[in-house]
């Protein structure tokens, strides 16, 4: 797809308000647009003289924890694009990220498993049968079979089998073909990108808009990995020297449910960093290897928080541990303390997943009884900018962006 981001803020507001129309119709249906173009995009005016990679700052809400990284300029609360615009588009593939950025966001996430030999690329899991068209592939039906994979019998296809010449021969699909049936039509589209040509295409765009693109990216099951012999972390970090991404400053958030892994990399290099938090009564998967008894429950209590402060700087934790829901009925139950409680260990929020189908969001935000149609997931995402978090993982940037506009009006901000 070609990058309409030429020149100056009006060329900027065309895209979002007129290109993005044209990209998003056939996601969003027959004469739909996309919600950052109703945005009216004020705030990207207000700031578009100050958005250069040099001069990027906070805009809006001032956070309530200052890192020293170059977190504190990133606007706030941030809209983090989950696997790209992965509500329109298949996850992790360029059209999604590209998407993603057109439609305002402020980062785009990248989830990153091994190549036979060596490479990293990028799939939310390692097993591909699911986001590629690997089965139905002749030649690699061969390749199928049963892995354990963080204590869990997996069976499919798995990136550790294949050569990254033998994966770029594959293509990507949509992964949740019967709630997101319109993103099919991409089926095929893309390949798997690797991690190298994602920061590569970041850097593109950031000359071509003049803006900053930032990444979020996640080690997969690296505990996993460096138990065969394929270790995450130094290949993640000699990739990030490489790009321009490493250090304090550098464009690259760095996030893990493993703390092991967060732990590695500040060895490594000195990104802003996010420990990841699944449901109350997990565990981290290298806890289990360790025989720690501590579970999630553990970690988010103020002591808990406190020991994830000394090599993080942020939590990612489900949206269930802010704002529980009720099993039996779907609604909201009272929200914990554990926004007031990552805010006094000097620990930013950054929950995930927000996404606008009601199969995905609390009762009280539904719409309707179609478990695929669209609830007020504007509403949802403004709750929990209510309570106080610093950013969210979200599959559509443009809904995330329109409630984060209404938060900063009510505040009185811009």
């Known amino acids: 797809m070609t990058d309409l981001h030429t020149s100056g803020t009006s060329r900027r507001w065309f895209l979002r308000a007129g290109g993005a129309i044209g990209v998003g119709a056939a996601a969003l249906g027959a004469g739909a647009v996309p919600a950052a173009a109703a945005d009216g995009d004020a705030q990207g005016r207000a700031r578009g003289a100050e958005d250069g990679p040099q001069a990027q700052r906070a805009t809006g809400t001032r956070p309530p924890v200052r890192t020293g990284t170059g977190l504190d300029r990133l606007p706030h609360p941030l809209v983090v694009a989950h696997r790209g615009a992965s509500g329109y588009r298949p996850e992790h593939t360029i059209g999604a990220y590209e998407l993603a950025l057109d439609l305002g966001a402020d980062v785009i996430e990248q989830d990153l498993v091994p190549t036979k030999d060596g490479h990293l690329v990028v799939r ?66 893309w390949s798997v990108p690797t991690f190298r040509e994602v920061a590569e295409f970041a850097a593109r765009r950031a000359r071509t808009t003049g803006r900053d693109v930032w990444l979020y990216v996640e080690t997969k099951h690296p505990s996993y990995f460096r138990s065969i012999g394929l270790p995450l972390e130094e290949r993640l970090a000699t990739e990030l020297r490489r790009a321009g991404l490493a250090g304090r400053h550098g464009r690259a958030i760095l996030q893990s449910f493993e703390p092991s892994s967060l732990q590695r990399l500040a060895g490594l290099v000195d990104n802003p960093r996010i420990q990841l938090l699944s449901d109350a009564a997990t565990q981290p998967y290298d806890f289990v290897l360790a025989k720690d008894p501590r579970t999630v429950a553990d970690l988010v209590t103020p002591a808990g928080l406190r020991w994830i402060s000394g090599f993080a700087h942020g939590i990612g934790p489900t949206t269930n541990l802010i704002a529980p829901v009720d099993p039996a009925t779907g609604k909201l139950r009272p929200v914990t303390t554990l926004v007031t409680d990552a805010h006094a260990a000097n620990l930013l929020l950054h929950p995930y997943t927000l996404r606008n189908e009601n199969s995905f969001l609390p009762a009280d935000f539904r719409r309707g009884t179609d478990p695929n149609a669209y609830g007020d997931s504007i509403a949802w995402a403004r709750f929990l900018m209510d309570q106080g978090v610093d950013g969210f993982f979200t599959d559509h940037t ?17």
């Open 124 to 189: 939310h899991e390692n097993e591909i049968g699911g986001t590629t068209d690997v089965a139905d592939r002749k030649e690699f039906e061969g390749r199928k079979t049963t892995r354990t994979i963080d204590g869990k019998a997996v069976t499919g296809w798995f990136t550790e089998d294949f050569t990254l010449a033998e994966l770029r021969t594959l293509r990507a699909k949509e992964r949740l073909p019967l709630q997101r049936q319109r993103n099919t039509v991409y089926d095929g589209r």
């Open 398 to 414: 443009d809904t995330s962006r329109l409630a984060r506009s209404d938060f900063w009006a009510a505040k009185g901000v811009s």
